[in-house]
């Protein structure tokens, strides 16, 4: 930090309860200081914060994570999708959603989000519970995150297969509460879809499921195996014709040798 060593830092990281600063102090900040503030939030401050829950609930996370990266990169809008990523909001304890996006910024890689270095909060959040104490993703992340200003939060009780989802209305500081429609929650801020299928989220687009990756793959497996099995078709029925080609030019070269055989013989005196 580009401050004189007899002064002290205007704010300092405490590792055991890491929190960026205030707006009003990082205002005053020099950049030279904001970037030693960054540089000292740690991008892992420990498990109580985004503790393993196992296959599950990584897969739970990830599959959406993928699918809406490629829906973004695919639609042009620039927007970053990030899964477990320390999340630091101004003077706030530090948190880690499942799945995050924000819309409107670059995609680069992170990491950690903090709000006043990105200019902007988060837009979405998805948790995904798998044990533990249900309320801290159904009861006390529905209050945390609306206070946060975060527009639109939903959480999937993956054993149970349960989705609620929340937005918050134009100037309000709780969440309303949505209701599922025929083609299941519809995100306002993403412009999807969201559905239970299995033990997993799914988006939707104008009546079309998102992809995750695993289907990508298959689908390319089985257009590489059935393109393989036309080249194999092909080839087969190359090589027949070659072979037909080869019996008839033998047949006209015995017909022709028998034909010379033949004139040698009328030709003898």
Request: glycine residues 8%.
């Amino acid at each position: 930090m580009s401050t004189p060593s007899n002064t002290p830092p205007r704010w300092v990281v405490d590792p055991r309860d890491p929190r960026a600063p205030t707006r009003e102090i990082w205002d005053s900040l020099t950049p030279e200081e904001r970037a030693a503030v960054v540089a000292a939030l740690p991008a892992d401050p420990g498990w109580e914060v985004a503790p393993p829950e196992g296959d599950d609930h990584y897969e739970a996370a990830d599959g959406p994570r993928k699918a809406l990266r490629r829906f973004f990169g695919k639609s042009g809008r620039r927007a970053y999708v990030g899964t477990n990523l320390s999340v630091y909001y101004p003077n706030e304890r530090v948190f880690a959603p499942d799945l995050f996006v924000a819309l409107d910024v670059d995609p680069h890689r992170r990491s950690s989000w903090v709000v006043l270095e990105e200019g902007k909060g988060l837009d979405f959040v998805l948790e995904v519970h798998v044990a533990g104490d249900w309320r801290k993703d159904f009861v006390a992340n529905v209050e945390r995150y609306a206070r946060l200003g975060i527009p639109e939060y939903f959480a999937f009780n993956l054993r149970t297969g349960v989705l609620v989802g929340h937005r918050l209305p134009p100037g309000g500081d709780s969440y309303v509460p949505l209701s599922p429609g025929a083609a299941g929650f519809a995100s306002e801020v993403l412009g999807l879809e969201l559905f239970v299928e299995g033990d997993r989220v799914r988006f939707f687009h104008a009546g079309a499921q998102l992809p995750e990756l695993d289907e990508l793959v298959g689908r390319l497996e089985s257009a590489m195996g059935e393109t393989l099995g036309r080249l194999g078709a092909l080839e087969r029925e190359l090589e027949e014709e070659r072979a037909a080609r080869e019996a008839e030019r033998t047949a006209a070269e015995q017909r022709i040798a028998a034909l010379e055989r033949e004139l040698a013989e009328r030709n003898k005196p």
